[in-house]
């Protein structure tokens, strides 16, 4: 029998507010324990909460780039349950009434094509404290720095068919809510998270199968490999004549594999019910079209306007813009050079560097200004593609700009073409008999002199210059 997966993600995003989502405490990263924790984030007797007003501007910032429904009305609920870093017994969420309802978001699949997925929904709440348990012997501690920290939840239709879709869809989120300045996406730090639903069925059915939750998946690679194992473990179980639980499972990353963490809850288990204390979000017509016009170009347009402006391959824009910060990079240094060389540059060694070393794009020795400049000596024949390379190695280790490091060795490419043609005369010289096999036919050797004429130059002679006057001389 042949299966098919069935996937919805629920992605939670961290929105990048200074405070809170119903108090003025701080939401800074790596803060000691328990000082980022005011009465109203624990829900101490007597104390009220108030809605951020940032937080809702942030959701509706998401709720227009996804194309979806902003409600003029939503209501904040209890959702009742147990747990060490809840202090309250509650969370405050969004149920039957969330701030954004169904929209979407196009993927890019491997065969070239789109596919959309859908998005039911987008609510806000807060985030529960956090269990510590490494330093501590018999026992957990609890850091609650976390609690209220506002939270968008982003809840996907079960359009997904792969692992690798999964992986797609979450990438593209993640680099809309980075575009979108509502959450840095920092994955190790929690700020961006993934809990999956996965459930496989005969291909060909319409019904779903029963489903299981892989919860708190915080990096791309993990959602791969816990998709990836979850799928093979229930079509598995099936075939063997076994029943799917339908339950929350954990991804031990060490072992590659899901395991039985909880049985799975319903709705009804959390008792929600609407919170007294907040009244409905009520959000107007002009509230909606003021966020509408702080929206920055969005991804999907951006990448079509790089194709159409820049000339760029479809794929070496979708490179280019698949974060913010590397698409205003590469603008930048294309606007000092060729927009074509500039993109090779920034998607090829550039990249590449930052790869190897492990530097992030913003604290790069390299500017995007510099690197401009150098592309720029590319474009107008001061070096060659060959000199350039090296010239970034060493703008990349010392900071020092291109125009100096060019001068300060004497890298300016020899443009002179009487210049030129005395090596290429010296080289034909002393290779009579490769100009012999040249002349019988043998072609492949322009490879050979072009080789020894700039080796003989210091690689300083202009390639296009060499390849020209040799071909002139070795067929005379």
């Known amino acids: 029998m042949q299966w098919e997966a069935v996937i919805g993600l629920e992605l939670h995003a961290q929105l990048a507010t200074k405070t809170k989502i119903f108090s003025g405490a701080a939401t800074a990263y790596g803060a000691e324990p328990n000082v980022q924790a005011c009465a109203i984030d624990l829900g101490m007797p007597g104390v009220l909460p108030v809605l951020n007003e940032r937080a809702v501007r942030y959701a509706v910032r998401l709720g227009l780039a996804l194309d979806a429904e902003v409600a003029g009305r939503s209501v904040f609920a209890r959702k009742n349950y147990f747990y060490p870093d809840l202090p309250k017994g509650y969370q405050i969420s969004q149920y039957e009434l969330p701030v954004v309802g169904q929209g979407h978001l196009d993927i890019d699949l491997e065969d070239g094509s789109i596919k959309r997925i859908g998005v039911t929904r987008a609510h806000l709440e807060e985030d529960a404290g956090k269990s510590l348990h490494e330093g501590f012997v018999g026992m957990s501690g609890i850091d609650l720095n976390r609690a209220g920290t506002p939270l968008l939840e982003i809840v996907s239709e079960p359009d997904l068919r792969s692992a690798r879709e999964a992986v797609a869809y979450m990438k593209k989120m993640h680099a809309l809510v980075r575009y979108l300045e509502i959450c840095d996406g920092n994955m190790q730090e929690g700020s961006f998270r993934c809990d999956a639903n996965v459930s496989v069925r005969p291909v060909g059915t319409e019904k779903f199968g029963t489903r299981t939750e892989i919860k708190n ?260």
Request: no cysteine; charged share 30%; proline share 3%.
């Open 217 to 476: 998946l915080n990096s791309f690679r993990f959602v791969d490999r816990a998709i990836n194992y979850e799928i093979e473990r229930q079509i598995e179980v099936l075939e063997a004549g076994g029943e799917i639980v339908q339950e929350t499972r954990l991804f031990d990353s060490d072992r590659g594999e899901t395991r039985p963490m909880r049985s799975k809850e319903e709705a009804n288990d959390y008792r929600y019910f609407p919170d007294p204390d907040l009244l409905p979000l009520e959000i107007d017509s002009a509230f909606i079209d003021e966020v509408r016009a702080e929206l920055p170009e969005l991804p999907d347009v951006r990448r079509q306007r790089f194709v159409e402006q820049y000339g760029l391959s479809n794929y070496d824009a979708g490179v280019l813009t698949a974060s913010r910060e590397l698409a205003d990079f590469f603008e930048i240094v294309a606007a000092q050079a060729d927009a074509k060389l500039a993109a090779n540059w920034v998607m090829g060694d550039f990249s590449a560097a930052l790869n190897r070393t492990g530097v992030e794009l913003n604290t790069s020795p390299i500017s995007a200004q510099a690197l401009g400049a150098l592309v720029a000596r590319i474009t107008d024949n001061t070096i060659s593609g060959k000199i350039a390379k090296e010239v970034f190695e060493v703008m990349w280790e010392t900071g020092q700009e291109a125009d100096a490091i060019i001068a300060e060795r004497g890298l300016e490419q020899v443009t002179d073409a009487g210049a030129i043609e005395a090596v290429i005369d010296e080289v034909i010289a002393a290779n009579p008999g490769q100009l012999e096999q040249y002349r019988a036919g043998k072609t492949k050797l322009m490879g050979f002199f072009v080789g020894q004429t700039m080796k003989a130059s210091g690689g300083k002679a202009n390639p296009q210059q060499v390849n020209e006057i040799l071909k002139r001389k070795l067929d005379g």
